[in-house]
């Protein structure tokens, strides 16, 4: 007999953690910092061997994922109960007659990290059969989380994303001057993809500006001058600035040399400073990294005259400062933690 899940109601108190697990296209993703961060999230809890309710609830996010059209920012996550059997090409077979997009990760991993994230999401039970079908919908820039019957209507689903989405909503006076600027800084930043050092796709503004403070610099990884103490100098910043790297800060470094910066050398240069989570190392097809490169001011036709200026910035508010890369470490976290302080 089904144990339907709670309707939509009050609030939980949800604590995403940033556990490494391992996507149905074999890519690291942190849960928090790639996935959930700064998004609408729809999460379910299911197996591939599942004979029950696993295909009919995903079949049911996947009719609201049609509902809401190709384009919406909300992110879909179905995490598996069964580490042991589900590997990613395992996801992948059982994720494709859904057509899942590239916004919908089916992810597994090694045990420990992906029985963190269950037993935090409310997913997690010890016998896999007795899972409830349940979808746990989120705002995680509000914190406001809910959890709706995974094998009801696919119209009680999208009422919750609606209700967590009008979470973050700003007053009405503010709407329109708040919807503007958020289009205004993804035309000029634009979604172009560029990969990470980890050899993950993002999209540049949405996946890494939007809604949260920016610190972004320019490096190669055979550069013999500045690009080396520049960095180690950076990873001094990012301790200091402790875990919000990666939380509501991101640390960007953009290849100014993308023919010959690989993800595998930028993991190589980013190793040898300790750099952690939430600093992204990116390069990309050519045309990409150059388009951003020009949008930021950093792109040079050759590599060793680049730019050692850091930009620092808030897209949500629209605000935006220059530093020399090598300034004081506590210079650059004090400015950081005031950018949006009244001037």
Known sequence: MRVP???PSESLQIQVPDVTLVDQHGREVRLWSDLVRGQVVAINFIFTRCKTICSPMTATLARVRKELGPQAPVRFISITLDVAHDTPGKLARFAEPFSPGPRWSFLTGEPEQVKQALVALGGYTPDKEAHRPLVLVGNATAGRWLR?????SAASILDAIREVRA????PPELEDATTARDASAARYFTNTELVDQHGKPHRFYEDLIRGRKVLINFAFTSCKGVCSPMTKHLAEVQRKLGARVGQDITMITLSVDPANDTPESLTRFARKFSTGP???????ARENVSLVLKKLGGYTEDPAAHSSV???GDAATGTW???PAMSAADNIVYAVEHLDDPR
Do not use: E, M
């Open 5 to 7: 899940a709670p309707p």
């Open 148 to 152: 709706v019957d995974g094998l009801g």
């Open 167 to 170: 979470a973050s909503a700003p």
């Open 278 to 284: 939430g600093w992204y190392f990116l390069t990309g």
């Open 310 to 312: 850091l930009l620092i």
């Open 321 to 323: 400062v220059k530093a």
